[in-house]
């Protein structure tokens, strides 16, 4: 049973944008934060931004901030995360999630904290 949908990914020259947008069941949204990740070839999955189930509290990687901004839609039960400036090294496959547990309505950075994930985008960013 899919979740999490991403869309938005592509192909795009550095200095340029892109949006990418999850969709997610009900049970997957409802109550919990959400988060975006990002593995690029060789490397680890790491955290890019993440939001409250509220918005109210909203975090990024120091790798993103002023160029990235994570928002969420809760009447659509949709999580976007709008991408600007991108330069070569935001190549990646981005991920979306879905926090779980007692504290399921704050942000982490921390990928094992969240427990539901859909089958990630490819964003590519030539120079």
């Known amino acids: 049973q899919v979740q999490l949908v991403e869309s938005g990914g592509g192909l795009v020259q550095a200095g340029g944008s892109l949006r990418l947008s999850c969709a997610a069941s009900?049970?997957?949204?409802?109550?919990?934060?959400m988060g975006w990740f990002r593995q690029a070839p060789g490397k680890e999955r790491e955290f890019v931004a993440g939001i409250s189930w509220t918005g109210s509290i909203i975090d990024y990687a120091d790798s993103v901030k002023g160029r990235f901004t994570i928002s969420r839609d809760n009447a659509k039960n949709t999580v976007a995360l709008q991408m600007n400036s991108l330069k070569p090294e935001d190549t990646a496959v981005y991920y979306c999630?879905?926090?779980?547990?007692?504290?399921?309505?704050?942000?982490?950075?921390?990928?094992?904290?969240?427990?539901?994930w859909g089958q990630g985008t490819q964003v590519t960013v030539s120079s």
């Open positions: 009900i049970r997957t949204f409802t109550g919990n934060a």
């Open positions: 999630a879905a926090r779980g547990g007692v504290t399921r309505r704050l942000p982490s950075t921390n990928m094992n904290e969240y427990s539901y």
